[in-house]
């Protein structure tokens, strides 16, 4: 018979680590090819235009950016949070609070000074999120409460909280549908290229990937909060106020989240209704796994699972393949390029006996 | 046991070690620390797979694949730490696994274990709720449960480490009177004395091989200690003389309960002083831990002052403790002192990360942290890879000296010491002594908490004896007597 062991192996050179997300898609490729088959489909084509439907031209190439767009922010915000062992599974909902801010921003202050309006909207929209994800961090440092579950079901929470705005403060007037009156113009992101829906919003999310990078390299807060996550005990023994550390980092994370629902409100929909988000704020999770919890990583998971996701109506049109293949891809995407991240330290033998 | 290999990614634990037992017999197997007598028993317990040799019982060969298997064989292992279900009672414990059919028949179990109990002078009572038992008591629990089970060979990891001097030499009896009925057991150890005192046979080993066996009657102490080493097992310390001045740190009254809400440190009060070594001396488990956890600001005191410099400083507080410069050497550097996946330089600026110049307004200084950490690795000279790798890729030793870099390389006043040299080699624990030595010459105070005794003896100016969380006497080095502090160590006072 033969038995397999999992053991640990050496480590491994730093360049792996480069390597592996690459290795982790090729072979996500492969293995998504046998439903391809199965639907009909010719593989190459069904790629080819994948790839070509995603970034073949600039029109494309910007709306796979545009799509990229809040996924680099649940993902940076999910990501941000694991790293200190804060389980943000909540970023859906704080993304939700930021929407509403953003809209009643937009709605209602009308007497603003225009110049004025973007930067409330980012402001209270980021804090919406932040002060939500405040919740469950309170109820961890302070009441040992497992914010896993806490922040899942805030999710829910602020569902509702939106719906009951949709249905009451925030009801478009006249409408019998749940969703709210449109932001006026002074609050749309600016289009920075014509011709397409390239806006600001992309900028904001690679400012936050800078920023993000930025705290957790350069700053003191960066390696504490590094250092909450990865020994809580030496972290408390050192002297580093790890409850402070855990609430400064669910606040940056909700913020995060919230600004992805400032961005679909200002950029997208321009306007707050129910099914806001297709759950950006779940896939952000799966994101910052697929991008190690790291911001560059996360950027560039960001924009595999944003290719996926433009590419698969083009692939659907040319090679007859369901749009379905997306969530597949993704599905697998995630478990290959976990079980290569397992296998950078551990390896498995096989022992005949 | 005949050439049994066991590897490990790239690094041979043991290689080709030989290892013979006869009826009726205690063989010493000795060794330092990752000298590979834990896995050689392991291996012989059937928790490793062998990747070479043979093991034979009785002359026939066998296979194990799991612990069961070594049980069936009559082996049994005793470990350091008592695998014991806390809540159960010791008939409970006794039969856990052994239940047979799907009813329990506690009366028959009650019977055997009874005549187990009488047999070889373990008395304890069935129905005794483990936790209210005594370590030594613990123990005995744990030889009943492997005679019930029918064991012929005992192994026993570091019986005595936790144990009160009288406790081992009831340990010793109970030995002889298993040895008398034929069983057969494997000591490990490396405590030498205790070693000569009950062995019959002794096997060395040094870096996964078998470098000698010897008949204890035809060894001595030196010879099996620099057997153990491969060279003169000597410390050459320098043991300089410094002007015990003023008071440096001050425990007035502490009182601290454990984790599980029992009082732990027992209105203890003590003085350190500069220039002298406090060795804080007790049996592993009697407040040791608590105390170190209360000084090091991990836990706040249920009532009691501490006093730095004369300075009162707030309880729980780990920032305030480390702002008045004492250095502390945590007793567990894995789950306390380090984060293992950070890299060795990011450990080193644990305790001075918010000061400047490592930072600088919430910034920190990258060009600062690498002199910081340059100057620690080569005054301390740790051995790593740079100080970019993860701290984890340091040995044991080399882990420690990361800690004592960092606590020591601001001068500090005081240095508060918790088991030091726990699970170091003779190498490594030598650099540690005279650190500790260094800074007393220095004009600090340290406060060395130790289980080992000779540890205390060799480096201390001063000796207190901690027993259930009280402090039970005082003496100097200089009068220092052995049987007197280990009856205050088992609680007898005189």
Same mark, same amino acid.
């Given at each position: ?353 | ?29 000795l060794g330092e620390n990752g000298a590979g007598k ?152 490396h ?14 080993l040094r870096t996964g ?16 200690a620099?057997?153990m080493v491969g060279r003169?097992l000597?410390e ?85 403790? &480390?702002?008045?410069? %004492?250095?502390?050497?945590?007793? $567990? @550097?894995?789950?306390? #002192? /380090?984060? +293992? ?42 051995k ?10 340091l040995s044991g030793g080399n882990l420690q000296k ?18 030091p040299t726990r699970g170091l080699d003779v190498g490594a624990m030598e650099y540690v002594h ?36 009280? &402090?039970?006497?005082? %003496?100097?080095?200089?009068?220092? $007597? @052995?049987?007197?502090? #280990? /009856?205050? +160590? ?5």
């Amino acid at each position: 018979m033969i038995s397999m062991s999992i053991v640990k192996r050496k480590p491994l050179p730093s360049w792996v680590i480069l390597v592996i997300p690459v290795a982790a898609v090729f072979v996500t490729l492969l293995i998504t090819s046998i439903p391809i088959i199965i639907a009909g489909g010719n593989v190459f084509k069904a790629y080819g235009a994948l790839f070509y439907g995603a970034l073949g031209s600039k029109f494309n190439l910007l709306e796979t950016f545009v799509k990229a767009s809040p996924l680099v922010l649940t993902g940076l915000a999910v990501a941000f949070a694991f790293r200190a062992r804060f389980w943000n599974i909540g970023a859906e909902g704080q993304l939700f609070a930021g929407a509403i801010a953003a809209t009643w921003v937009g709605v209602y202050f009308t007497w603003l000074p225009v110049f004025l309006i973007l930067p409330l909207m980012l402001l209270l929209g980021f804090l919406a999120g932040g002060l939500w994800a405040t919740i469950p961090a309170f109820l961890k440092t302070k009441l040992k409460v497992d914010d896993v579950v806490t922040t899942l079901l805030l999710n829910y929470v602020m569902l509702h909280i939106m719906g009951a705005l949709l249905f009451g403060p925030l009801q478009m007037p006249g409408s019998a549908w749940p969703r709210s009156a449109s932001i006026m113009d002074s609050a749309f992101y600016p289009i920075l290229i014509a011709r397409s829906r390239f806006h600001f919003g992309i900028i904001i999310s690679f400012v936050a990937i800078l920023a993000i990078w930025f705290i957790n390299s350069k700053t003191v807060f960066g390696y504490q909060s590094r250092g909450v996550g990865i020994n809580l005990e030496a972290a408390k023994f050192g002297g580093i106020n790890t409850g402070m550390v855990i609430l400064k980092t669910a606040i940056i994370s909700g913020g995060l989240a919230g600004l992805a629902g400032v961005g679909e409100i200002a950029a997208i929909h321009h306007h707050l209704m129910m099914d806001i988000s297709p759950g950006y704020g779940y896939t952000g999770i799966v994101i910052a796994m697929l991008g190690n919890l790291h911001p560059i990583g996360v950027a560039l998971a960001a924009f595999f699972f944003s290719i996926i996701s433009v590419g698969a109506q083009t692939m659907s049109r040319v090679a007859g393949i369901p749009i379905y293949i997306t969530g597949i891809i993704e599905g697998v995407s995630l478990m290959t390029m976990l079980i290569f991240l397992l296998l950078t330290e551990y390896k498995i033998r096989w022992t005949k006996s | 046991m005949r050439a049994v290999t066991k590897r490990f990614v790239d690094v041979i634990a043991n290689d080709k070690v030989d290892l013979k037992l006869y009826p009726k017999e205690v063989v010493g197997l000795l060794g330092e620390n990752g000298a590979g007598k834990t896995t050689l028993m392991n291996v012989l317990f059937g928790y490793y797979n062998l990747d070479g040799g043979k093991l034979l019982i009785n002359g026939e060969e066998v296979t194990f694949s799991s612990p069961r298997d070594a049980i069936n064989h009559g082996i049994a292992m005793i470990h350091q730490h008592f695998t014991l279900v806390q809540t159960q009672t010791v008939l409970e414990n006794v039969m856990i696994g052994m239940e047979g059919s799907f009813f329990l028949d506690k009366k028959k179990a009650t019977v055997k274990l009874l005549k187990i109990e009488q047999e070889f002078g373990l008395n304890l009572d069935p129905k005794a709720i483990v936790w209210t038992l005594s370590i030594g008591e613990q123990q005995k629990l744990e030889i009943l449960k492997a005679l019930y089970r029918g064991a012929k060979i005992l192994i026993m990891d570091e019986p005595t480490a936790v144990l009160a001097p009288i406790e081992t030499i009831e340990l010793f009896e109970t030995l002889h009177t298993l040895v008398d009925s034929g069983h057969s057991i494997i000591f490990i150890s490396h405590h030498l004395q205790e070693v000569m005192e009950i062995c019959d046979r002794v096997v060395v080993l040094r870096t996964g091989k078998r470098v000698a066996g010897r008949k204890v009657s035809e060894s001595s102490i030196p010879e099996l200690a620099s057997l153990m080493v491969g060279r003169e097992l000597l410390e050459r310390l320098e043991k300089g003389e410094a002007k015990v001045g003023t008071p440096v740190l001050e425990a007035k009254n502490l009182k601290g309960r454990n984790n599980r809400g029992l009082i732990a440190v027992d209105n203890l009060s003590f003085t350190l002083r500069e220039g002298e070594i406090l060795g804080v001396a007790g049996v592993s488990g009697n407040g040791q831990t608590e105390l170190s956890e209360i000084l090091f600001g991990q836990v706040k005191p249920e009532e009691g002052e501490i006093f730095v410099s004369g300075k009162s400083i707030p309880g729980g507080n780990p920032s305030a403790i &480390i702002k008045t410069g %004492m250095a502390r050497i945590p007793e $567990d @550097r894995i789950t306390t #002192g /380090l984060f +293992m996946d950070l890299s060795v330089k990011e450990n080193m600026i644990l305790e001075s990360h918010v000061n400047e110049p490592i930072s600088k307004n919430g910034l920190i200084n990258m060009q600062e942290i690498r002199s910081f950490s340059q100057n620690c690795i080569d005054n301390f000279s740790v051995k790593t890879d740079g100080m970019d790798v993860p701290v984890k890729t340091l040995s044991g030793g080399n882990l420690q000296k990361v800690i004592l870099a960092r606590e020591l390389s601001g001068n500090p006043k005081v240095v508060v010491a918790c088991q030091p040299t726990r699970g170091l080699d003779v190498g490594a624990m030598e650099y540690v002594h005279q650190a500790m030595l260094n800074q007393k010459t220095a004009g600090s105070g340290v406060l060395l908490i130790s289980d080992d005794l000779d540890e205390i003896f060799l480096l201390s100016d001063r000796i207190i004896v901690m027993y259930e969380g009280k &402090i039970m006497g005082e %003496m100097s080095s200089k009068e220092a $007597d @052995r049987d007197k502090i #280990g /009856l205050w +160590m088992s609680g007898v006072s005189s």
